[in-house]
């Protein structure tokens, strides 16, 4: 058997055309972090109060909370995130999801008014266990945020926090709002803001007992800075490690044999009508 038999390059160009060739690139692992959270944030009137401030401007409330969450929510890339607003009653502008830039633009869009005026505490805290109940992370937790005293809803804070509980699901509150008096800007009669003192009416004793009941902590942020702090406590606090099942990547070299085996093909032809050509 000779090489340059024409049969023989037949034979190597189909084997490299059908003969299946990959590498194995890498065999990794990974080692990560991941949680599902649902941030419940008060919009009723009184988040309009600017007792907190960022970039060294008054600011109200709310959209201090939103500048705290757009940073808590950054650092949670690996975990899915909802979020729940409510007034007097719960309005889920996001379910659980990993999409955070989508995330944010429902928390941008969250301002006071679009819910009717009122404080469910307890609604919106079975409204946030709802979303997570049917969750398998290893772990699973609500931030709960309010600056007032639960005055609607069909749910009472004690009974939802129970629910939490029996889902096992921690709840962390937050009371926001400075203490004592805090300025709320209304319009005069010539259509000027002006700022009234109203008194700041946080219901400490039922978010701590939420807190406790579901395994949780409260805190109380009655500024920015403080309130950038309780949202990295929580961040700290709440870290589930898991690792990945092992997976293997493989590359496909089949395309580096495809054109010597077209080669071998032509060659194989060529020579069958010219040097290897067999006479009758």
């Given at each position: 058997?000779?090489?340059?038999?024409?049969?023989?390059?037949?034979?190597?160009?189909?084997?490299?055309?059908?003969?299946?060739?990959?590498?194995?690139?890498?065999?990794?692992?990974?080692?990560?972090?991941?949680?599902?959270?649902?941030?419940?944030?008060?919009?009723?009137?009184?988040?309009?109060?600017?007792?907190?401030?960022?970039?060294?401007?008054?600011?109200s409330?709310?959209?201090?909370?939103?500048?705290?969450?757009r940073?808590?929510?950054?650092?949670?890339p690996?975990?899915?995130?909802?979020?729940?607003?409510?007034?007097?009653?719960?309005?889920?502008?996001?379910?659980?999801?990993?999409?955070?830039?989508?995330?944010?633009?429902?928390?941008?869009?969250?301002?006071?008014?679009m819910?009717?005026?009122?404080?469910?505490?307890?609604?919106?805290?079975?409204?946030?266990?709802?979303?997570?109940r049917?969750s398998?992370?290893?772990?699973?937790?609500?931030?709960?945020?309010?600056?007032?005293?639960?005055?609607?809803?069909?749910?009472?804070?004690?009974?939802?926090?129970?629910?939490?509980?029996?889902?096992?699901?921690?709840?962390?509150?937050?009371?926001?709002?400075?203490?004592?008096?805090?300025?709320?800007?209304?319009?005069?009669?010539?259509?000027?803001?002006?700022?009234?003192?109203?008194?700041?009416?946080?219901d400490?004793?039922?978010?701590?007992?939420?807190?406790?009941?579901?395994?949780?902590?409260?805190?109380?942020?009655?500024?920015?800075?403080?309130?950038?702090?309780?949202?990295?406590?929580?961040?700290?606090?709440?870290?589930?490690?898991?690792?990945?099942?092992?997976?293997?990547?493989?590359?496909?070299?089949?395309?580096?044999?495809?054109?010597?085996?077209?080669?071998?093909?032509?060659?194989?032809?060529?020579?069958?009508?010219?040097?290897?050509?067999?006479?009758?």
């Open positions: 058997m000779r090489l340059a038999d024409p049969w023989f390059l037949l034979l190597l160009g189909l084997l490299a055309i059908l003969l299946p060739w990959r590498r194995r690139a890498a065999r990794e692992r990974h080692h990560d972090e991941g949680v599902d959270v649902v941030l419940a944030v008060d919009v009723s009137g009184s988040m309009l109060a600017e007792d907190f401030s960022l970039d060294g401007t008054r600011s409330r709310l959209d201090a909370v939103k500048s705290v969450v940073d808590f929510v950054a650092a949670r690996q975990d899915r995130i909802g979020l729940v607003l409510f007034a007097t009653r719960p309005y889920t502008q996001a379910p659980l999801t990993l999409d955070h830039g989508w995330l944010l633009q429902n928390l941008a869009r969250a301002k006071v008014g819910i009717e005026d009122g404080t469910a505490v307890g609604s919106a805290l079975a409204t946030a266990a709802d979303r997570l049917a398998t992370a290893p772990s699973k937790f609500i931030v709960l945020l309010t600056d007032g005293q639960s005055n609607a809803g069909r749910i009472t804070p004690q009974t939802a926090a129970e629910a939490a509980a029996a889902l096992g699901i921690k709840v962390y509150t937050v009371g926001a709002g400075t203490r004592g008096t805090a300025p709320f800007p209304v319009q005069d009669f010539f259509g000027n803001t002006v700022y009234r003192p109203i008194e700041v009416d946080v400490e004793p039922t978010l701590q007992q939420i807190a406790k009941t579901t395994g949780g902590k409260y805190f109380r942020a009655t500024d920015t800075p403080s309130l950038r702090e309780v949202y990295k406590e929580i961040d700290k606090a709440e870290k589930a490690p898991f690792e990945a099942p092992e997976f293997l990547d493989y590359r496909e070299g089949y395309p580096w044999l495809l054109w010597p085996a077209l080669g071998l093909l032509l060659l194989e032809v060529g020579l069958g009508e010219t040097l290897l050509r067999k006479l009758p």
